[in-house]
């Protein structure tokens, strides 16, 4: 009887474990988006449709370097601080990556994927842009049309809360996708 006390006890932590782990990460990503700080990112070419990634529009943000703060020796696959800020055209700008926290305003913590002098390239984690199954082929079409060199009318929208950046929406021509896609739809037809 005892040890089946103790069964159902270590049974039911281990379900508790397994439940509030994907749980936090729900709750992370949701408070980032409800409570954190808006940015834009601009987004630029990207390579082919790859048809064995899955129902999602694969995103390139133009922003995807900066330098190493004075002082700073940075490695690759070192998670760095990349303060923010905003350019004249209200775009997010990396400013210089710190293996540090910033003492005020908004950062995303970011892994260096490789540097060469003071230059950082980074791992940005807003890289993919999900969609329902049906509209994320229209999505990706309207999206590789509005992000070629001599055409790119495509950001996204992002919030940053404690080092961490969610997706909030793509736009294209200032428009959310879905919202341009139908002003699309309606011009044709």
Known sequence: MQMTIKAIWAFLLVAAVQLAVPGYMIYEQETTLRMGSPYRFKTA??????????????????ASSTRA???????PGDWVYVPLATDEDGFAQLLPASLTP????????????????????????FDR???????????????????RREQRNAFIAVRVRAGK?????????NLPVREYLQRQAAAAG
Do not use: C, M
């Open 69 to 75: 703060a004075e002082g700073e020796q940075i490695r």
């Open 102 to 125: 910033p003492a005020q305003g908004d950062y995303l913590l970011l892994k260096a994927r490789y540097a060469s002098g003071s230059a950082v390239h980074l791992v940005l984690p």
């Open 129 to 147: 842009y999900y969609a329902e199954e049906t509209v994320a082929p229209e999505i990706e079409a309207a999206y590789n049309r509005n992000s």
């Open 165 to 173: 950046g969610v997706i909030e929406e793509l736009f294209i021509d």
């Open 45 to 62: 070419p990207i390579d082919p449709y790859d048809p064995f990634r899955g129902r999602y529009v694969q995103l390139r943000i133009e």
